[in-house]
């Protein structure tokens, strides 16, 4: 298992940033390079604000400048009038019936999983590291689709979360450090609140890398899959994304039977699945991994001295320095694929130090 940056390295909570600025390199069929549009703020929109505000008896330079927020409000923008399309499914025509509210739930599981696919394998998941540790950029052909961008403008809304999870598991985020605002701006009309035509190269990298079209779903039928893997067994299994009965896999009542070992899941039991699977990767390197809420210090929200979130994860996950890691799926039989039981479990590991001298919060 690659191990994750060190501690030391990991830069500040991820924030919004107008850089970079400029025309950005595209290219056309021919693969040289065509200039793309760049967002253009509004003339003199920057001029009335002071170079400088006093707070207190300090005296503190603007972190935003108008523009900025010019650029922000397109990009919201851009996300409302998808919303829109997606809601009224102008032009198209659904073969499930479904409300609007529910067509939408629908579209944003969609997007959640291209942005993970977009994530870890087009930026760089765990292990996956720059040259000589240098920020993470950017590149024309790696600006998602607008779904994708949508996603990922709202999980850096829970900036510690957001942190956290690239610590853990998203390097290439974590590396590119701030949401790239002008950017991602720049690939939308200022006007019509569209995306400009993406450039052949983006459409076949975004293709190439996710296994996903680059147009976001806006009308999903129920020919379209996903593969899903059993928790029991590990092996795939192509399930809908919808169905009449309403047990898709982007759907409330999602379930399924593995076609291998016919073993039932639910959306219940990936969750479960998932923990597991952050477990074993805890159990291969005790130092370098570590679960979910255990890596930034709960009070000031910066990394925690490793060795104390390792205690905390040995303590109250009921495990030992040293053990063999346990595959997720024997975990499952263990303890069991429910919310339910893995809270019954945890609970045994944290009333167990009841009487043992008090731990502090990690810092």
């Known amino acids: ?7 030391s390295a990991t830069p500040d909570v991820p924030a919004y940033s107008a ?21 253009v703020p509004s003339r003199g929109i920057n001029d009335k604000l002071p170079n400088h505000f006093k707070i207190n008896n300090n005296y503190v330079v603007p972190q935003l400048m108008p523009s900025d927020l010019e650029a922000h409000l397109v990009l919201l923008g851009a996300f409302h009038r998808l919303k829109e399309e997606v809601l009224s499914l102008k032009g198209v025509k659904a073969d499930i019936p479904m409300e609007p509210e529910e067509r939408w739930a629908v579209f944003l599981q969609r997007a959640v999983y291209r942005f993970e696919q977009w994530a870890v394998r087009m930026i760089g998941g765990e292990g ?23 996603v990922w403008h709202t999980y850096m809304l829970n900036p510690r979360t957001y942190h956290e999870d690239c610590i853990r598991k998203l390097s290439g985020l974590l590396r590119m450090g701030s949401f790239p605002l002008i950017q991602l701006a720049s690939s ?5 609140l569209l995306p400009h035509p993406a450039t052949e190269g983006r459409v076949s990298a975004f293709s190439s890398f996710t296994g996903q079209p680059f147009e976001p779903p806006i009308n999903t039928t129920s020919e379209e899959t996903v593969a899903v893997f059993c928790p029991s067994c590990s092996q795939p299994n192509t399930i809908p994304w919808i169905t009449y009965k309403g047990d898709g896999y982007a759907q409330r009542a999602f379930a399924c039977a593995c076609s291998h070992c016919k073993f039932e899941f639910n959306t219940e039991t990936l969750g479960v699945f998932k923990f597991f699977q952050d477990l074993e990767r805890f159990m291969m ?26 205690l905390l994860c040995l303590q109250y996950l009921r495990l030992r320095e040293g053990m063999n890691p346990i595959r997720p799926e024997n975990l499952g039989k263990q303890i ?3 919310f339910k039981a893995l809270e019954a479990y945890c609970r045994k590991g944290l009333m167990g130090r009841r009487d043992k001298p008090h731990m502090d919060t990690p810092r």
């Open 1 to 7: 298992m690659a191990a994750l940056p060190s501690y």
């Open 19 to 39: 850089e970079p600025t400029g025309t950005l390199p595209g290219y056309n069929e021919s693969g040289t390079s065509v200039p793309l549009k760049s967002f």
């Open 128 to 150: 996956e590291e720059d040259e000589e540790g240098k920020p993470r950029v950017l590149k024309p052909n790696e600006v998602p689709p607008l779904d994708v961008m949508m």
């Open 188 to 192: 939308i009309d200022q006007e019509t």
């Open 285 to 310: 390197d005790t130092n370098r991994n570590f679960m979910a809420n255990t890596v930034l210090d709960y009070q000031s929200g910066l990394p925690a001295d490793p060795q104390m979130s390792k």
């Open 336 to 338: 069991g694929w429910t």
